[in-house]
């Protein structure tokens, strides 16, 4: 199966020439595709929400591995508060919402061969808890050589040499292997109608009961079969693909679709507002029906990469996301911030470590104590890279309910209960080192030069 759809990507490659859109022909979706979260949740919730959630699955793709923040494993196994992992707090999520509703939402996770044998050692941990969990495998493709085109493997084995020679295919491959796998079957006759899918790094991708309302109302012959959240783009937000109307749909757009000569338009904020946080509500009879007539034309993201040993070769990949354009009343609904809050740097993980935020049942949500609800801005130099050196240079996580902006490089550790407020810039310059003192409050300061703090 695995190799049937590498051919059919493969085959899709070498067939496709120059860009996937037509820059001319991109246009700014109408205005009722895209409908506000406020609109959404004006029509309130029914009695028995209790029916809808049981016709809902949640799938978390669970996939990535932790290097890019220093840890072995999957990603979903680097604890974020409270010694919680990703993986913890979804099962908390889920658990939660089945009891409080006493309904039986299962949680699904796609592994990809990189994390499914750590992962399903530590499901054993949740055996006890009320959440089924079901989990299938991304395909495993060959990466191919740049040059030749070839496959790099000379085997099927993954050990060894031949261990660089594989990838996971991007999360756009959910919808083959999840089919694949019979677990989509599995769940329709289980009476499961939607899933929601998210990234397993996003803490603020929970189950939000008036979109999945919004979903179960619909009149049968207009079925919505495809929500994406979209939330508004900000300074950070540039490189987020955007949601377009070409040729009649809705579509998604990611920069490595984007022509050269229109990547600045594309990161504006005023020509493209919103983009794509890669919250998905979709329904399963459509995937079904669209798998079955092979009818998913995902556009090809080909994402070159440089091997160990020097080779360059490329993966082709497809987003979950661009199927949109394959289902029927498909839209996009723009939700708060709130339901975007990745953890992809170690700075995004100071933040959710920290006093801007309250834990509830596995849910994170903005402290009421802070006055404004924006996030502030984070950015922790190459020392802090790598989890465990971040969490060596932190006695306590400092108390960020008023901080607006944070920028520390260089050598730099924080004492216990240190208070940051308003803009703080820590530098120390190279061969240098900057001890924040234990109980320091820093409001609006700019610190440099040289401050040991030793234990005598």
């Not at 699904?108 to 994390?115: E, K």
Request: hydrophobic share 40%; net charge neutral.
């Amino acid at each position: 199966a695995d190799f049937h759809g590498f051919k059919n990507l493969f085959h899709r490659f070498l067939q496709v020439k120059g860009p996937s859109v037509d820059w001319p022909k991109i246009n700014r979706p109408p205005e009722e595709s895209i409908q506000p979260y406020e609109k959404i949740k004006t029509k309130g919730l029914p009695d028995n929400i209790t029916a809808s959630l049981n016709k809902l699955a949640v799938v978390k793709l669970n996939g990535g591995l932790g290097t890019s923040m220093g840890c072995k494993g999957p990603k979903s196994l680097i604890s974020v508060r409270n010694e919680n992992t990703f993986l913890d707090l979804t099962v908390q999520q889920i658990e939660h919402l089945n009891k409080t509703y006493n309904a039986s939402v299962p949680l699904v996770l796609m592994n990809s061969f990189n994390t499914d044998e750590d992962t399903k050692k530590i499901l054993q941990k949740y055996k006890h808890h009320r959440v089924n969990i079901h989990t299938f495998n991304q395909s495993r493709y060959p990466r191919i050589n740049k040059e030749s085109l070839l496959p790099v493997a000379k085997n099927m084995g993954m050990s060894g040499d031949n261990a660089e020679a594989w990838y996971p295919p991007g999360h756009g491959d959910i919808y083959a292997s999840f089919y694949n796998s019979g677990l989509l079957d599995k769940l329709i006759a289980e009476g499961k109608e939607y899933i929601f899918v998210s990234n397993i790094d996003n803490l603020g991708a929970t189950v939000d009961l008036f979109i999945l309302q919004h979903l179960m109302s619909q009149p049968e012959d207009k079925r919505c079969e495809f929500i994406m959240e979209v939330t508004d783009k900000t300074r950070a937000d540039v490189k987020g693909g955007t949601l377009i109307q070409y040729k009649d749909h809705l579509r998604l757009l990611e920069i490595a679709q984007v022509p050269k000569a229109h990547v600045d338009e594309f990161k504006s904020v005023t020509k493209f507002k919103i983009f794509n946080t890669n919250n998905l509500w979709i329904s399963l009879p459509a995937i079904k029906r669209l798998q079955d007539k092979n009818a998913m034309d995902l556009e090809i993201i080909v994402n070159p990469k440089t091997l160990d040993g020097g080779l360059n070769v490329i993966q082709l990949e497809t987003a979950v996301g661009a199927a949109i354009k394959s289902f029927n009343n498909a839209m996009g609904v723009n939700v708060p911030r709130s339901r975007f809050l990745p953890v992809k740097t170690s700075s995004d993980l100071l933040l959710v470590m920290s006093n801007l935020y309250s834990m509830d049942a596995g849910s994170l949500t903005m402290s009421e104590k802070r006055e404004f609800p924006t996030t502030p801005h984070v950015k922790l130099g190459s020392s802090f890279t790598k989890v465990h050196d971040f969490l060596a240079r932190f006695e306590s996580i400092p108390d960020m309910l008023e901080l607006d902006h944070l920028t520390v490089s260089g050598d730099v550790t924080f004492g216990k209960n240190v208070s940051l407020k308003g803009t703080v810039i820590i530098i120390a310059n190279h061969g240098d080192r900057i001890d924040i003192p234990a109980g320091a409050m820093l409001e609006n300061k700019i610190v440099s030069g040289n401050l040991r703090i030793l234990d005598h």
